[in-house]
C-alpha cells in the first residue's frame, strides 16, 4: 500500500481448525498483528501473527466471546483488551498483557460494563467506554509504565453506543457511534391485486429504533419481535390490549423466530453461553430454552415449522459444501434431506407444508432464481429469474393460504433499496407491492392474510472522531 | 516442536505463552530447581517417608496409579490424587476447588494428617527454609510441569497427519455428539468449574463425598489422560473405556446432576474413536 499500483492479498496464517481469524491491531512497529481465534472447540485465543514469517503466537485463551476490542499501546509492549470476567455475565472489564506473556493487568475491574476504547497517545492512559454513571460514557484509567493503574476518570459524558476504532497518534480517538436502529411497521394488502390498504404505521412505541425480527402468533393476536437496548429481550405484544410482556431467553445470542402452531413456543437458530450455536425452542409463556439440534458440526439457521408443530425444517451450510436443508423430527432427532444446493441463497417452506421456494445463484449466468419443489415429491421448477443487474435480496415470505410468495428484489448485489414483489406460486407474472418504503425487511403476513409486520433497517452508524482527549483529561485533574 | 519461551519456563505447543503467576512470586530458573528437590523430598512428611512426588509421580503424569491416595503410616486419604498438569494456569484447586492459589495448595498436603502430616512450620524446619519460600518454590515447580505438543495439538496447529483416522473421528465426537466440550474446553480441557457428574451418588440417596457441595467436582484436564488412571475424584473408574461407557449412560442420576449430562448413544466403534482420540492428548511432558 505505498501508492505504487495493486497489491495482492497473501494469506498469514490460515488452519482448518479455526473457524474465524480477527486481526484487531498493528502493532507500532509493524512486526505483528493483534489478532482472535475463534477454534472449533469454541475457545477464543489472543494472539499475534508474525506478518514477517507468518507464525502465530497465541498470548491467552478465553471464552467464545473473546474481546470487543484490541489495541496495543504506543511503545507496543502491551496488549489491552476487554473481557467477560466469566460465561455468566454479559459485562466486561479491561486487561492489559504484556505481549511476551511476563504479566497482565486487570486495568478496568467494575460491575458496570466496560469496553476497551484504546490508548492515549502518550500510553499512560486506558480509554474506556463504561455506563457505570448510567449512561455510556467516555472514560479513561492511568496505566503508568505498566504499574498497577490508577482510579478511572470520566473524559466525556453520554457518548451514545459507540464501537472502539482507534487512535490515530495524533491522539484522537476515533469510534463508530450508533446513530438509528430497525423500527417496527404494520401495513395490509391485498394480496389478490398487490394493492396497500393501509400505509405502513409504527407498531410499536417501546424503544424506538431497537426492534425488529417480529412474527405473528397464529391466532394473529400477538406479535412477538426482538428489542435490543441494554440487552436483548423477547417482547410480546397484545394486539389487542397493547400491552407487552418481556422475556428474557438464557441465550447468548438469539434470533427471533417464527411461532409455532401452538402458540406456545417459538423456534429460533442461536448461541447459548458456552457458545454452542444451534436451533433453539423458546417458551413463550416462560423464556425457557430448550434445544432442539444443538452444537451441530456446522452453522445451522433459519428454522421452520411444520404445520403440525411436531417437525422442523432448518437449513446448515459448512465451508466448501453445499448448503442443505433437512427436516427434523422434534421428538426423534431423525432428519431426512430435503433439498442440497450450492449458492442457495435463501429458502422457504409454505404454512400447509407441502412447497418450498429457493433462491440460488447461478454465477456463470450472471443471474438469481427462484424455483418452487412440491415437498410431496416432484420436479423443482424454475418460477422466476433475474438477470443482472437485478439481484434477489436474502428474503422469502408466504401468505398464509400458501398461495403467494413475497420476494425482495435489488439493483445492486449489496445495496439497501429493494422492492417488494409477489407471486403465485403456481405461476404467473409477478406483482409489485409499494409499501414507501425502500429498505425494509423481516416482512410477515398476519394469518388473516392482509396485515403485514416489517422493519426498517435505519441500523446506521457514524465515524466519528473525538480529538485532544489528553487536554480533556489534563482540564480533569 | 514449537516452544516459545516465557521468564524461566519453555512453553510447549498448545499451552498459552502467557502463564498467570503472582507478581510476588516470579518464576525464576532457581526457585524452580527448589522446588524440584523439594516436591521429592520426604522430609516434608512426619516420618520422612513421603514426598510430594510418591503421590504426583512423574512417571505417571504426576498421578499415582491407586483409587485414592495413601498417606504417611499408610493411612488412607479422601480422594484420588490428581495429576498436576498444566496446573500454572489453574484458576482453583483440590477437586472441590477449595483453593485460590497454589501457593496455599502446595502447602495443604503437607500438614493433612492423611498425607504427610507435617506443620508447615515444621516441614520448612527441616529443609531449612522461612514457610513463604517452601511455599512459593513447590508452587513455582508446579507450574513448570507442563504437558504439550501432543498429537492433538499438532493436529489443530496445522499437521493434519498427526491425528489417525479413528481419532479424528473421535475428535469430532469429543466436541459433538460426546459434548465433552461442554466442561473439557480450551487449551487444557477443563473450564475450572465445578460440576455434579453422579460420581459420587449412592444408592439409597446421598453423595459419598459432598465435594463442594452437592456432589460437584472441579473439571480436571484430560492432557496426559492415557497416563492417570484410575479416573474420576474417587478413582472409582478404572479404564478410559470405563469413563466414556459412563458417561455415554448419562453418569449416574441424582437431583443434582449437572443438565449437561445425559445419555448419549455412541456405539461401540464410536467410543473406540473417543478413547483413541483421549490417547492423542499425551505428550510431551516438561518437568
Known sequence: MNGGGPVLPRVLYENEDIRTVRPSDWSPDGKWIAVQLLRTDRTTQIGLVSPGDRSLCVLKSVDWRGASAMFFSPDGRYLAFDLSPDQDSGQRDVFVLAIDGSREIPTVVHPANDLLMGWTADGKHLLFNSDRAGSPGLWAVPFPNGKPPGPPALVKPDIGVVWAMSTARSGALYFALKTSGPDLYTASIDFDSGTVLTRPVPAVHEFVGSNSQASWSPDGRELSYKSVHRDQVLAIRSVDTGKTRYLRPDLTYWYAGGVGPDGRSSVTQGTDRKGRQGIYRIDLQTGAVEAIAANPPHISYKPQWSPDGKRIFYGFASRGNPHVIVERDIASGREREILRRDRLLWWSTSPNGQYLVWLTRDQSAKASTLAILPLAGGEPQELLRLKDPEYFRTFLEWTPDSRSVLYQTMSSPAGRESELWFVRAAGGPPRKIDLGFADLRELKVHPDGQQVVFNTTTDTKEVWVTENVLPMLNAKK | ?287
Open chain 2, 1 to 287: 516442536m514449537v516452544f516459545l519461551l516465557v521468564a524461566a519456563l519453555m512453553i510447549p505447543l498448545g499451552l498459552d505463552l502467557y502463564m498467570p503467576v503472582p507478581e510476588e512470586n516470579p518464576l525464576t530458573v532457581e526457585k524452580i530447581a527448589l522446588g524440584r528437590r523439594l516436591f521429592f523430598d520426604r522430609r516434608l512428611s512426619r516420618d520422612r517417608s513421603t514426598a510430594c512426588a510418591s503421590c504426583h509421580n512423574p512417571g505417571r503424569a504426576f498421578s499415582d496409579g491407586r483409587a485414592i491416595a495413601v498417606g504417611v503410616f499408610g493411612r488412607k486419604g479422601r480422594r484420588n490424587a490428581p495429576a498436576l498438569i498444566n496446573r500454572g494456569w489453574g484458576r482453583s484447586f483440590f477437586w472441590d476447588g477449595r483453593v485460590p492459589t497454589l501457593e496455599e495448595q502446595v502447602l495443604k498436603p503437607i500438614e493433612d494428617p492423611n498425607e504427610m502430616d507435617l506443620p508447615v512450620a515444621d516441614a520448612a524446619s527441616r529443609v531449612g527454609l522461612p514457610v513463604e519460600d517452601l511455599s512459593r518454590a513447590l508452587a513455582s515447580y508446579v507450574r513448570s510441569i507442563m504437558s504439550g505438543n501432543s498429537p492433538y495439538d499438532r493436529f489443530v496447529n496445522g499437521e493434519r497427519t498427526a491425528l489417525s483416522a479413528e481419532q479424528q473421528v473421535g475428535l469430532q465426537i469429543f466436541r459433538g455428539k460426546g459434548n465433552c466440550t461442554a466442561c473439557h474446553v480450551g487449551p487444557n480441557f477443563t473450564d475450572e468449574r465445578l460440576h455434579n457428574t453422579g460420581v459420587a451418588w449412592q444408592v439409597p440417596g446421598d453423595f459419598a463425598d459432598q465435594g463442594a457441595g452437592n456432589g460437584t467436582f472441579k473439571t480436571p484436564t484430560l492432557r496426559e489422560v492415557a497416563r492417570t488412571a484410575p479416573y474420576m475424584h474417587d478413582g472409582s473408574l478404572a479404564t478410559l473405556h470405563d469413563v466414556v461407557d459412563f458417561y455415554d449412560r448419562g453418569g449416574n442420576r441424582n437431583p443434582f446432576l449437572d443438565p449437561e449430562l445425559r445419555p448419549i448413544g455412541l456405539t461401540a466403534q464410536e467410543k473406540q474413536a473417543l478413547q483413541s482420540f483421549l490417547r492423542s492428548l499425551s505428550g510431551t511432558t516438561l518437568k
